[in-house]
């Protein structure tokens, strides 16, 4: 059984930084690809950062990019989200997730991924 936890959320104020953790138990990494989402508060769950099993593709919402930087650190079997600038726009829960099937590129759609992480509260105070 798949089980994803992600850690590192907390409060922050803006301009400041945080790395969320999406560590893997049950399944290694390497051959899947793994996507982030948050969920604003009173708003729908949204795509956040994908990368492609082999990390060679990535993609990032229009919001995040440039400030946000998805990796992998395949020894740790860890996926993280890297968060720079951060603004009070950026506060929600952040989820990780990944798909069943292998060797497949990241995707923004919730649909495309089969498990997810319990998410991690970010608070960014102006």
């Known amino acids: 059984q798949v089980q994803l936890v992600e850690s590192g959320g907390g409060l922050v104020q803006a301009g400041g930084s945080l790395r969320l953790s999406c560590a893997a138990s049950?399944?290694?990494?390497?051959?899947?690809?793994m996507g982030w989402f948050r969920q604003p508060p009173g708003k729908e769950r949204e795509f956040v950062a994908a990368?492609?099993?082999?990390?060679?593709?990535?993609a990032y919402a229009d919001s995040v990019k440039g400030r946000f930087t998805i990796s992998r650190d395949s020894a740790k079997n860890t996926v993280y989200l890297q968060m720079n600038s951060l603004k009070p726009e950026d506060t929600a829960v952040y989820y990780c997730?990944?798909?069943?099937?292998?060797?497949?590129?990241?995707?923004?759609?919730?649909?495309?991924?089969?498990?997810w992480g319990q998410g991690t509260q970010v608070t960014v105070s102006s």
């Open positions: 997730a990944t798909k069943t099937v292998p060797y497949s590129s990241g995707s923004d759609q919730q649909y495309d991924y089969d498990y």
């Open positions: 049950g399944r290694t990494f390497s051959a899947y690809s």
């Open positions: 990368r492609g099993w082999s990390g060679s593709t990535t």
